[in-house]
């Protein structure tokens, strides 16, 4: 990869590899646009197969943050950052080391809690840097309100494509049960859904199952399911050539960051074979829109009132993309672009005033 140049592209401002040999850490810190305001992001643990592999990650995952921040309304920008490893050697010692780098960004950098990275460690961070949130005591972590913005987004797809806010007796496949899958599943559960459930840990989903009374699948057969609607709520990646011609749901809505492997590619045969997709980053919203209220002085009513715009965000997206057609991630991606400019014609007004 031609770092430079693809930083170039993707328009990344600033990107800190964050070395250290005792505790052993690798990190990656990628802040790609502080236009509207700190970029904020939460920390990913992952055993990446290669750092090519966790630097795309980073890279991509810090991009979508600015886009999710912009179509949220929310005054922040985007970054994301991941450790290289295996989640069985993380320690107290590799976390306060993290945290360390992210204190020496000096607050234009702002992290919490995503895959592998619970409120603990998040607690453990802050032993080194004020600058996180998603703190237990105070919003009490992102995931629950998060599920909620996925499952509005999820009813506001069904509204577009069906024209009724009723879910009962639909069918919906979850892929992943953690933080958020899990849930998203009540919601749907309390809402008549009929729940097909894959994850890769096998007490989770014996969880749901006894829950919510959902049908387990093997990891490799959510996809290809007799559904109405699919829910990734795993890892990314996971709308790619392999999957795509699997898919039979009619809605893919779901929390996962970076659903589509290629953005335009999948996104244009998601369009071709009739599914309506929610843009990730616009669907899981509601962690950093309850981040960034915990941020100024937490009021759970206005961080919900938030949440509840996804509704219509979407709705607003999906009708742009049909009447242009263009994919649903063209016209989020569109809607956040506008904001961003405004944000900084404002920002060159005020300098040269
Ligand atoms: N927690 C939050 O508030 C937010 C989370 N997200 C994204 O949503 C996704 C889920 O987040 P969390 O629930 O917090 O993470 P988590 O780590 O609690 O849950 C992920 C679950 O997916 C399972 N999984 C991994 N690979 C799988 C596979 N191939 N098939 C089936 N299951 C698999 C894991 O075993 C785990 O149970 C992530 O992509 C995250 O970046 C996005 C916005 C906010
Ligand atoms: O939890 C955070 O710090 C912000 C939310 C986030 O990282 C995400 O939406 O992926």
Redesign the pocket.
């Known amino acids: 990869m031609q770092l430079f140049e693809t930083v170039r592209e993707m328009g990344h401002e600033q990107i800190l590899y964050c070395h250290g040999k005792n505790p052993d850490i690798r990190a990656i810190i990628a802040i790609h646009d502080t236009s509207l305001g700190p970029a904020m992001g939460?920390t990913?643990l992952y055993p990446y197969i290669n750092e090519e592999a966790a630097l795309k990650d980073a890279l991509r995952l810090s991009r979508g943050m600015t886009y999710k921040a912009a179509c949220a309304n929310i005054p922040a920008g985007g970054g994301k950052a991941v450790i290289i490893a295996n989640p069985t050697d993380k320690t107290d010692e590799m976390l306060r080391a993290y945290g360390r780098f992210v204190e020496s960004l000096k607050g234009r950098f702002i992290t919490g809690?995503?895959?592998?990275i619970t409120p603990q460690d998040v607690r453990t961070i802050q032993q080194e840097t004020n600058h996180v949130v998603g703190v237990e005591e105070k919003s009490g972590g992102?995931?629950p309100i998060?599920a909620l913005g996925v499952f509005l987004g999820i009813k506001s797809a069904v509204e577009f494509r069906w024209q009724t806010q009723r879910l009962e007796g639909m069918r919906v496949a979850v892929?992943?049960?953690?933080?958020?899958?899990k849930h998203l599943c009540q919601h749907l559960y309390e809402n008549g859904v009929q729940l097909f459930v894959?994850?890769?840990?096998p007490e989770?989903t014996v969880e749901i199952k006894n829950l919510f009374g959902a049908t387990v699948v093997e990891?490799e057969e959510?996809y290809g399911l007799d559904v109405d609607i699919f829910s990734p709520?795993?890892?990314?990646g996971i709308i790619n050539s392999q999957t795509i011609p699997q898919i039979q749901a009619k809605i893919i809505a779901g929390?996962?960051?970076n659903q589509l492997e290629n953005e335009r590619l999948h996104g244009q045969r998601l369009i071709e074979k009739g599914i309506l997709y929610s843009p990730d980053y616009v669907i899981?919203a509601?962690?950093i829109i309850n981040v960034y209220n915990e941020m100024i002085g937490y009021d759970e009513d206005k961080a919900f009132k938030q949440v509840n715009n996804i509704y219509d965000t979407l709705l607003k997206i999906f009708g742009i993309a049909y009447q242009q057609g263009i994919t649903t991630n063209d016209a989020s991606k569109r809607l956040a672009e506008e904001r961003i400019l405004q944000a900084r014609a404002i920002k060159n007004q005020q300098l040269a005033a």
């Open positions: 939460a990913r809690q995503d895959v592998n992102p995931a998060t892929q992943g049960l953690g933080n958020v899958g894959s994850d890769i840990n989770k990891p959510i709520c795993a890892m990314g929390a996962a960051n899981n509601g962690g």
